[in-house]
């Protein structure tokens, strides 16, 4: 049997049949497509080249199915809205995209799968420049992150002026635009395309897009498995140590510590991350009317374009680093334009950019629309601008219902601390939370979907293995913090009856590690 070609890692095509198409597409200009090469992937699509004669470069982008997105339905939807988002961009704004040639959203075609044919980015992606160690010289200097994040404020304020009177996905009909169900990341990933009783748009209100997202969120976790995610055991970030080795000995209690009575994805914290939710939307009642004095909320097109992920993968420059070319519009949607001023993460969109570059941000947005409005208008648009400054809830917001952290408990924290009202504390909160009867019913409700006493004490071994001390040290750890008594009634409560919520945080690893090195120095000692 002949060796599969490499190309069709992710999925068989035919290639005589794309190299026509293509060639069709450039008055018969003659191209190739390398058997031999590796298609390159992310976490939801692959991409191979196509090679003109005359030099010019396109590619073809298609699904991979069995990743993050559970149901193919949803990923031809995904490469539908991303090829007539593309060509919406590139006819109605100055933003530098791909420009798409072809696009089939079903595998019904002489090629054999879905795809979109589309020119190659021009540039060099950002990712190697921007997390340079600088070891080889080659590190950016702030004026030049600078530089890049003020030509992304630039392009956020292009994107303000593309607008929808709901909130959604763009698609092509008849060689029609319309607005659609809304494919973003909140309402998809981590398999929330199957959820059934989660509204998929498209939304007339800024609420009903909040709403659905909450509802995604409350839907995963009640029903979802969770992951790394356990609310007040946040896993130990790096940065809160100044040794790798301390942090990996923090990793490892953590996961000791999560193991003993599948914490993760147990009721308890099942029931945790409800409460959560469910306060996120008294949160967002108390801040978005805030912001309601920044812009005319009463227009009728007042949805804008929003790329989900304007990581240093997605974004492409030339020596001088200018953005020569933004990729990967998959999930792009039209939403709230609160959530388009949220400036964009770097390195990666999960990252919240770094205060000192806010104010590029902030300018580039800025000199937009200055060089594109007349003055009389100014204002109004200047408004925009300053939502910027204030809109931390909104990154933190839209963080927490991605499940887009290892520390989901510091997001929550940080968006009560910005926003409640109440004099109430976020421990004294969830403490009062625990004690309601609306909660411990719920607990006792989702107490069905816990993993079996077998399933557990599995669980610890495999997380364990033959380390005694360890699986100790968790075990009395799980009883110290009442773990499995949060939504038990208050007399019933042990030690920390009149207490707050244990939480799992960097002191009490840090103290673990200082207990189990005393123990080991004295041991020694009293050996000598």
């Not at 497509?33 to 090679?51: T, Y």
């Not at 812009?295 to 997605?314: C, G, T, Y």
């Not at 009634?489 to 960097?506: E, L, M, P, Q, Y």
Request: aromatic share 10%; hydrophobic share 40%.
């Amino acid at each position: 049997m002949p060796e599969r070609a490499k190309i069709f890692q992710y999925a068989e095509f035919d290639i005589d049949a794309l190299c026509r198409m293509a060639s069709s597409l450039r008055d018969g200009q003659k191209c190739s497509c390398d058997p031999g090469q590796i298609p390159k992937s992310g976490s939801f699509n692959w991409v191979v080249n196509i090679l003109f004669d005359d030099g010019v470069e396109w590619v073809l982008r298609s699904p991979r199915n069995g990743a993050e997105i559970v149901s193919d339905d949803t990923n031809i939807s995904l490469l539908a809205s991303e090829a007539a988002t593309l060509k919406y961009i590139k006819a109605h704004s100055s933003i530098p995209v791909p420009e798409v040639f072809a696009y089939q959203d079903s595998g019904d075609n002489d090629v054999g799968i879905p795809y979109i044919l589309m020119s190659k980015a021009s540039g060099s992606a950002l990712q190697p420049a921007w997390l340079s160690s600088g070891s080889t010289g080659s590190c950016m200097s702030q004026e030049q992150r600078a530089k890049i994040v003020s030509q992304l404020g630039a392009i956020t304020w292009k994107l303000s002026r593309l607008r929808f009177c709901q909130a959604g996905s763009l698609f092509e009909e008849s060689k029609e635009l319309k607005v659609k169900e809304c494919l973003s990341r909140g309402l998809l990933v981590e398999k929330r395309d199957i959820l059934e009783d989660v509204p998929r748009g498209p939304f007339d209100t800024d609420i009903e897009y909040y709403e659905a997202h909450i509802s995604a969120f409350l839907e995963h976790v009640k029903y979802l498995p969770l992951a790394h995610h356990c609310l007040f055991a946040p896993i130990p970030a790096r940065s809160e140590y100044d040794d790798q080795a301390d942090h990996l000995a923090a990793v490892d209690f953590w996961n000791n510590f999560v193991a003993v009575k599948s914490k993760i994805d147990g009721s308890h914290n099942k029931t945790d991350y409800v409460i959560a939710g469910e306060a996120l939307l008294i949160l967002l009642a108390e801040w978005t009317p805030r912001l309601s004095g920044y812009f005319a909320s009463e227009e009728k097109d007042r949805f804008v374009l929003h790329h989900p992920d304007l990581s240093v993968d997605n974004i492409y420059v030339d020596e001088e680093f200018n953005i020569t070319c933004i990729i990967d519009w998959a999930f792009c949607s039209a939403v709230p334009l609160p959530m388009l001023l949220i400036p964009p993460g770097l390195p990666q969109a999960r990252d919240e950019l770094d205060e000192s570059l806010f104010p590029a941000f902030e300018a580039g947005f800025r000199n937009a629309l200055e060089e594109n409005l007349p003055e009389e208008v100014l204002d109004a648009e200047y408004r925009l601008s300053w939502v910027v400054s204030r809109n931390r809830p909104m990154w933190l917001f839209a963080r927490f219902i991605n499940l887009d952290s290892e520390a989901d408990f510091y997001l929550f924290k940080a968006l009560w601390d910005a926003v409640a009202t109440c004099n109430q504390d976020v421990l004294g909160f969830f403490r009062s939370m625990h004690a309601s009867d609306k909660y411990r019913l719920l607990q006792v409700e989702l107490l069905d979907e816990d993993p079996t006493a077998e399933e557990m004490a599995r669980k610890e071994r495999r997380s364990h293995g033959n380390d005694v001390q360890a699986l100790a040290i968790s075990r009395k750890l799980t009883l110290v913090s009442e773990w499995a008594s949060r939504y038990t009634t208050a007399c019933d409560r042990g030690i920390r009856r009149n207490g707050s919520v244990f939480v799992a945080d960097k002191k009490l690893w840090k103290w673990i590690d200082c207990c189990l090195r005393s123990s080991v120095a004295d041991g020694e000692a009293e050996s000598k």
